[in-house]
Nanobody, 116 residues
Framework: VHLEESGGGAVHAGGSLRLSCATSGITFRLIAMGWYREAPGKAREPVAIYTDGVEFMDYADSAKGRFTMSRDPAKNTIFLQMNSLKPEETAVYYC??????????WGKGTLVTVSS
């Protein structure tokens, strides 16, 4: 299984970025896919999560209204549209996938830098 994020970069505060996560080797049903981020000196935290069978995406409170996660279920691909970015959201953003067997997979991450 391979997950690869793309779309990170450097933007000014208030700017936007769209992250993508492409996968390969997933031949089984996933219970969840989502985005996490890890800021310098902080623990990794969830940003947006899709859970199989749940109609709506689950967003971190800080992301609600500004971030939108979408997915292409046929390709097990997910996206994260991030608007009105803030400097404190500078972090490495990771894509995650988890199967019904509980095994989780991570990409290597993509760096998002938001300058003030």
């Amino acid at each position: 299984v391979h997950l690869e994020e793309s779309g990170g970069g450097a933007v000014h505060a208030g700017g936007s970025l769209r992250l993508s996560c492409a996968t390969s080797g997933i031949t089984f049903r996933l219970i969840a896919m989502g985005w996490y981020r890890e800021a310098p000196g902080k623990a990794r935290e969830p940003v947006a999560i899709y859970t199989d069978g749940v109609e709506f995406m689950d967003y971190a409170d800080s992301a609600k209204g500004r971030f939108t996660m979408s997915r292409d279920p046929a390709k097990n691909t997910i996206f994260l549209q991030m608007n009105s970015l803030k400097p404190e959201e500078t972090a490495v953003y990771y894509c995650s996938a988890r199967g019904y067997d509980g095994v989780g997979y991570w990409g290597k991450g993509t760096l998002v830098t938001v300058s003030s």
